[in-house]
C-alpha cells in the first residue's frame, strides 16, 4: 500500500495550506502525524472509516480540519492560522480497523505511512 501525500510548503504566520493523501483500493482509519527539527513525531489528527468521528491535538483545535476524500479515497488536512511552530514535516498514515474510532494517536497504530510533506511557517 502506498500513500501519496502533497500539499506542504513555505507560507507566513496567519495563513493557511491544504494537505492531501490518497491510496487506492481498501478504506482506511486516517491520521496525520508532524515531526519538527530534532523532535518526536507527534499526533496532529485523525478520522475514522466512516468520517463522523475526528480527534486533535490540542494546540491545533480550531486551526486545523481533517476530513476524508471519498472521491480519491484518500484523507485532507486543512491548516488554518499557521504559526511557526507548526513548522515541520508531514506525514500521512493509514491503519487498517473494522472499528468506527479516530482515537489512534500512536504512531504504532497506524500500518502505513506516506513520505511525508515540509511545511514551513515564516514568522
Known amino acids: 500500500v502506498q500513500l501519496q501525500a502533497s500539499g506542504g510548503g513555505l507560507v507566513e504566520a496567519g495563513d493557511s495550506l491544504r494537505l492531501s493523501c490518497a491510496v487506492s483500493?481498501?478504506?482506511?482509519?486516517w491520521g496525520w502525524f508532524r515531526q519538527a527539527p530534532g523532535k518526536e513525531r507527534e499526533f496532529v489528527a485523525a478520522?475514522?472509516?466512516?468520517?463522523?468521528?475526528?480527534f486533535y491535538l490540542d494546540s491545533v483545535k480550531g486551526r486545523f480540519t481533517i476530513s476524508r476524500d471519498n472521491a480519491k479515497n484518500g484523507v485532507v488536512l486543512q491548516m488554518d492560522s499557521l504559526q511557526p511552530e507548526d513548522t515541520a514535516v508531514y506525514y500521512c498514515?493509514?491503519?487498517?480497523?473494522?472499528?468506527?474510532?479516530?482515537?489512534?494517536?500512536?504512531?504504532?497504530?497506524?500500518?502505513?505511512w506516506g513520505q511525508g510533506t515540509l511545511v514551513t511557517v515564516s514568522s
Open positions: 498514515a493509514a491503519r487498517e480497523s473494522n472499528s468506527n474510532s479516530a482515537y489512534y494517536t500512536d504512531k504504532d497504530d497506524y500500518n502505513y
Open positions: 483500493g481498501r478504506t482506511f482509519t
Open positions: 478520522i475514522s472509516r466512516r468520517g463522523d468521528i475526528s
